[in-house]
């Protein structure tokens, strides 16, 4: 696990204790994550906060990878770290590693909707309120939409016409998909709530 400077603190970056507590748990260069979400957050007062960090395999390669949502009055900020994977045209430092990190501030105005999917297991025995242990969140605000297109085609199936193409255009913005068995019970009741302080955020 990555270590933490003995002459600094994340507790520097001045984020509210439980935002700082949670980044220390993902464990995830917790200096340099925390040092990013501040200079997003700026002045603001965060209200609501969400710390998803998920490990994949590429190939050979483990890559880590850390989300930070914070929401203000008026902004959602989002905070993204995650290894960088070196390559022939961009090697990196000899004998180091590399993390990027970025921010994006989305007005709230500027939040087109949030998607919560639930699954739920054994839905035959569902109990009112629990709502499964797994959900997918999607926040959509416009930046990015993925387009999927297909060779069109026609009733008669030996036509060898060209109809050109078809397809649909989907928003493609931020997707995070929490498991209360993979990352924790903790984890998955904070996905909730974000969620629903955001829905509540952009319907003002």
Request: with cysteine; charged share 20%; hydrophobic share 40%.
């Amino acid at each position: 696990m990555p270590t933490m400077s003995p002459t600094r603190s994340v507790a520097s970056a001045g984020l509210p204790r439980d935002l700082i507590a949670d980044i220390e748990k993902a464990g995830y260069y917790p200096l340099l994550v925390a040092d990013v979400v501040a200079a997003g957050l700026a002045d603001q007062t965060l209200r609501a906060h969400l710390v998803h960090a998920e490990t994949t395999l590429d190939g050979e390669h483990v890559r880590r990878h850390i989300t930070v949502l914070g929401l203000t009055d008026t902004r959602l900020i989002i905070a993204h770290a995650d290894d960088h994977t070196p390559s022939m045209d961009d090697p990196g430092p000899v004998g180091g590693s590399v993390a990027t990190a970025t921010t994006e501030s989305i007005p709230l105005r500027g939040v087109r909707g949030v998607m919560l999917v639930h699954v739920v297991a054994d839905p035959e025995s569902y109990r009112a309120g629990q709502l499964g242990r797994e959900i997918t969140l999607t926040i959509g605000w416009g930046a990015v939409s993925r387009v999927d297109l297909l060779p069109a085609a026609c009733a008669d199936p030996s036509c060898e016409a060209d109809h050109g193409y078809e397809g649909t255009v989907t928003g493609d913005d931020l997707t995070l998909r929490i498991s209360a068995d993979a990352d924790g019970d903790q984890i998955l009741h904070r996905a909730q709530a974000f969620a629903a302080a955001l829905s509540a955020a952009i319907g003002h």
